[in-house]
């Protein structure tokens, strides 16, 4: 598990008040920019 499913699991998770109201049934697509700190 990578730092990005961590933060979904925990901010995203299924039940969670904020995820429902964002999103209910809709797609999109979206871009991840990562930058590695030393």
Do not use: H, P, W
């Not at 995203?12 to 995820?19: A, I, K, N, Q």
């Not at 999109?28 to 590695?36: H, I, M, N, S």
């Amino acid at each position: 598990m990578d730092e990005i499913d961590k933060f979904l699991e925990e901010d995203l998770g299924e039940g969670d008040v904020t995820s429902d109201a964002l999103f209910a049934n809709e797609q999109g697509r979206g871009c991840v920019y990562l930058k590695e700190g030393a």
